[in-house]
């Protein structure tokens, strides 16, 4: 079964710092690979994605992502924090086969922003 | 910019009632998804519509969760009885026919069972 780890329950930056959220994802020939966030209270909006190509992805709000297969792994970043990205933030893997599109997601990482 | 909508936002209800949720998903979008949401995990897939057919839900605890979708359009997840252990979000996601497709979330139901 797919698994998605996301190590860090809880991290605390400083506004203006950058910022890196860890995902490694289990085995896949070909991951589909997500970056949600959540804020509380709310649903989940989407940061970015990968399905191919480039692995350095480009997301909303200054995020990006970069996929390493060695690694099996998919980590978030921003290079300088705004006290508006405190959310918790989801990674998640699709399933690759036929047309069950679950999304199986990490137990998520809770990003504090310090003043 | 469409957006999936969900009714209630808030259910406190005691265990043992029936319980209902409604889900209108982005219009065109032929795949509906209903997660759960535990606090401090995250969503788990309960079932997943393509059309008015159901294409998983092998984690829909099925003797007392009920899912339907009968026009293929919106949708309604029930719970009867609700547990104690129900309390969670619940989220809709809907996305178009594709696996490179996005899923959009809705805003979910925070439900309480007391």
């Known amino acids: 079964a797919q698994s998605v780890t996301q190590p860090d329950i809880h991290i605390t930056v400083s506004e203006g710092a950058s910022l890196e959220l860890r995902c490694n994802y289990s085995y896949g020939a070909t991951p589909y690979l997500f970056w949600y966030v959540q804020s509380p209270g709310q649903g989940l909006q989407l940061l970015l994605k990968?399905?191919?190509?480039?692995?350095l992805v480009q997301g909303i709000k200054g995020f990006e992502a970069e996929f390493k297969r060695s690694q099996s792994s998919f980590n978030l970043r921003k290079p300088s924090v705004h006290w508006s990205d405190a959310a918790e933030y989801f990674c998640?893997?699709?399933?690759?086969?036929?047309?069950?599109?679950?999304?199986?997601f990490g137990k998520g990482t809770l990003l504090t922003v310090n003043p | 910019e469409a957006e999936v909508a969900q009714s209630p936002r808030y259910k406190i209800t005691e265990k043992s009632q029936a319980v209902a949720f409604w889900c209108d998903p982005i219009?065109?979008?032929?795949?509906l998804y209903w997660y759960r949401q535990i606090l401090g995990q995250g969503p788990e897939l309960l079932v997943q519509?393509?059309?008015?057919?159901?294409?998983?839900d092998s984690q829909l605890p099925k003797d007392r969760f009920s899912a339907e979708r009968l026009k293929g359009v919106d949708s309604t997840l029930k719970i009867q009885p609700a547990e104690l252990g129900d309390s969670a979000m619940y989220l809709c996601?809907?996305?178009?026919?594709?696996?490179?497709?996005?899923?959009?979330f809705g805003p979910g139901t925070r439900l309480l069972v007391l």
């Open positions: 998640a893997q699709r399933s690759s086969g036929g047309s069950n599109y679950k999304l199986t």
């Open positions: 219009s065109g979008h032929a795949t």
């Open positions: 996601a809907s996305s178009s026919q594709g696996l490179t497709e996005t899923q959009y």
């Open positions: 990968y399905f191919s190509g480039d692995t």
């Open positions: 519509f393509q059309d008015e057919s159901v294409v998983d």
